[in-house]
């Protein structure tokens, strides 16, 4: 199983760090998402981490405020949210990629996940 931590209320141009925290399974070797959640929107792919860290991936709407890294040996992926703005409120969620390898133009697909964890709201308002 999946738990994402760390959301809240920010003012806009505030900072958050999310946390997904993994039970039942080790990170080390799979990649993982970030999607998110905003009410009546689909699922929006926010970010993914290769499961070496070496090769990442963001959605253009957060390219440049976020940063998403892990720590195996804690069986932690982490997701660094600067610049917040008010349309990145949305419930948060990390999940399990799939394949080997994340890849461009599949990554930010929700079919291309299994496990994935509970939400944690985040909430950009002055």
């Known amino acids: 199983q999946l738990q994402a931590s760390g959301g809240g209320l920010v003012q806009p141009g505030g900072s958050l760090r999310l946390s997904c925290a993994a039970s039942g399974f080790r990170f080390a070797g799979y990649a993982v998402g970030w999607f998110r959640q905003a009410p009546g929107k689909g699922r929006e792919g926010v970010s993914c981490?290769?499961?070496?860290?070496?090769?990442?991936f963001y959605s253009a709407s957060v390219k440049g405020r976020f940063t998403v890294s892990r720590e195996d040996a804690e069986d932690t992926v982490y997701l660094q949210m600067n610049s917040l703005k008010p349309e990145d409120t949305a419930t948060y969620y990390c999940?399990?990629?799939?394949?080997?390898?994340?890849?461009?133009?599949?990554?930010?697909?929700?079919?291309?996940?299994?496990?994935w964890g509970q939400g944690t709201q985040v909430t950009v308002s002055s």
């Open positions: 981490i290769s499961s070496s860290g070496g090769r990442n």
């Open positions: 999940a399990r990629y799939l394949g080997l390898h994340p890849i461009a133009g599949l990554w930010a697909t929700p079919s291309q996940y299994d496990t």
